[in-house]
């Protein structure tokens, strides 16, 4: 499967627990976006990183919240002490470059995280 | 504040017949449109896509209409088949500084019936 891989499908983690989620972009694509989405929402951006390098991390909060896309391996979305509102369908996307012009983003089948 | 609107959280359509979903957006720096479909448990998939320099694009049974002037956008699907049956959202972006990324709308799920 040449697609966008996330891991783990489900991740079940208590309050003030950490949470790692990973995603490997579609083979030859160096650009990577999370998302997220809230019960009964549409999907929130929430950063975009090309290898090593944080785009726009715009709509990433504050606090408790990291990504990182190293120069190997998969990007990885960090949630630090995690609280019950962090629940969410968790979504990566990749692309080949910029999809500033007209290229659609290719997402992955996510990470539902639950928090207890 | 909400972007990209989508009015409708739910249509029914009988097979065979027309399917239409709307999109209202409030942005005017948005210049390219795109449909997703979603299944649960899945993400989403890319269905179509349109430019703010045409006014429709169409592929296959999907059609989506763009109304600049209106900000409203339309994905037409026909004939409906059971297998459209997904939650649909729209989807929006726009040349801003150095990145771009999609603003979506809620979804609207739709339901095919026999």
């Known amino acids: 499967n040449a697609g966008v891989m996330q891991n783990p499908r489900h991740l079940v983690r208590r309050r003030g627990q950490e949470a790692r989620l990973r995603c490997s972009p579609m083979?030859?694509?160096?650009?990577v976006y999370w998302y997220r989405q809230l019960p009964e929402e549409g999907l929130k951006f929430m950063v975009y990183?090309?290898?090593?390098?944080?785009?726009?991390e715009s709509g990433m909060p504050k606090e408790r919240f990291s990504a990182e896309f190293p120069k190997e391996g998969p990007s990885i979305l960090r949630i630090q002490q995690v609280v019950r509102g962090d629940s969410a369908a968790y979504f990566c996307?990749?692309?080949?470059?910029?999809?500033?012009?007209?290229?659609?983003?290719?997402f992955g089948n996510g990470t539902r995280l639950t928090v207890t | 504040d909400q972007q990209v609107k989508q009015n409708s959280p739910s249509l029914s359509v009988q097979e065979g017949r027309i399917s239409i979903l709307n999109c209202d957006y409030t942005?005017?720096?948005?210049?390219?449109f795109l449909w997703y479909k979603k299944y649960p448990a899945e993400g989403p998939t890319f269905l179509i896509s349109?430019?703010?320099?045409?006014d429709k694009n169409e592929d296959g049974r999907f059609t989506v209409f763009l109304n600049k002037s209106a900000k409203h956008l339309s994905l037409h699907i026909v004939p409906s088949q059971p297998g459209d049956s997904a939650v649909y959202f729209c989807?929006?972006?726009?040349?801003?500084?150095?990145?771009?990324?999609?603003?979506f709308g809620t979804g609207t799920r739709l339901q095919v019936t026999l």
């Open positions: 349109i430019s703010s320099i045409k």
């Open positions: 990183l090309q290898k090593e390098n944080i785009i726009d």
């Open positions: 989807a929006a972006s726009g040349k801003t500084g150095t990145a771009s990324k999609l603003t």
């Open positions: 996307a990749s692309s080949p470059s910029w999809t500033g012009g007209n290229s659609p983003l290719h």
């Open positions: 083979k030859g694509h160096s650009h």
């Open positions: 942005n005017s720096m948005f210049d390219y």
